[in-house]
Nanobody, 122 residues
Framework: QVQLVESGGGLVQAGGSLRLSCAAS????????MGWFRQAPGKEREFVAG?????????RYADSVKGRFTISRDNAKSTLYLQMNRLKPEDTAVYYC??????????????WGQGTQVTVSS
């Protein structure tokens, strides 16, 4: 198991940027596929972006964030990032960091952070 703690959420105007971070405990961070999900009020949680474990990363994005969001990881710091640019009001949600010990991120990861709120005003 790995403990995940998100940070970096906040209030931003439409068109602005935020960078989320997810700090992971343990010494096996590099063995975990990592990703971001989000849940808006009244909606189901949805996948945002995922990055594989290993040396050569496989990265996936939801269509709604392609070209605007960038996921990355720093294994030396056991930290996952999500750079969010050109934010839109519809990006408003609680963002969750997730992980599972595999090459690719599961649709239902078994490790979750507590979430960080992102609010984009119009």
């Amino acid at each position: 198991q790995v403990q995940l703690v998100e940070s970096g959420g906040g209030l931003v105007q439409a068109g602005g940027s935020l960078r989320l971070s997810c700090a992971a405990s343990g010494r096996t961070f590099s063995s975990y596929a990592m990703g971001w999900f989000r849940q808006a009020p009244g909606k189901e949680r949805e996948f945002v972006a995922g990055i594989s474990s290993g040396i050569t990363y496989t990265i996936r994005y939801a269509d709604s964030v392609k070209g605007r969001f960038t996921i990355s990881r720093d294994n030396a710091k056991s930290t996952l990032y999500l750079q969010m640019n050109r934010l839109k009001p519809e990006d408003t949600a609680v963002y969750y960091c997730a992980a599972n010990r595999a090459y690719v991120l599961s649709t239902q990861p078994d490790n979750w952070g507590q979430g960080t709120q992102v609010t984009v005003s119009s």
